[in-house]
């Protein structure tokens, strides 16, 4: 008999905007569990690690953006086998 679940279904996102304009870029990540929010200025970088991740949309007051955006998925499956 072999039982499996997934473990540490989760995904680390840095953000990194090298832009030099004035503005802000607002991250929203959509998990299973809800919404987050995370917002970095022109010249920040930022990192941030949720579970379940559904879906992420990118938001700016700025016209033009410049930067890096970068997804870490994490994800460990363990496994029981069972035997006689």
């Given at each position: ?47 941030i690690t949720v579970s379940n991740i559904i879906q992420i949309e990118l938001e ?25």
């Open positions: 008999m072999t039982n499996e679940k997934n473990v540490m279904n989760s995904a680390t996102i840095s953000l990194d905007i090298t832009t030099k304009s004035e503005g802000e870029l607002m991250l929203n990540i959509f998990t299973k569990e809800g919404g987050v929010i995370s917002k970095a200025s022109a010249g920040e970088s930022k990192s700016t007051t700025m016209e033009s953006v410049t930067g890096t955006l970068e997804i870490q998925l994490n994800r460990k499956q363990e496994r029981k086998i069972t035997f006689v």
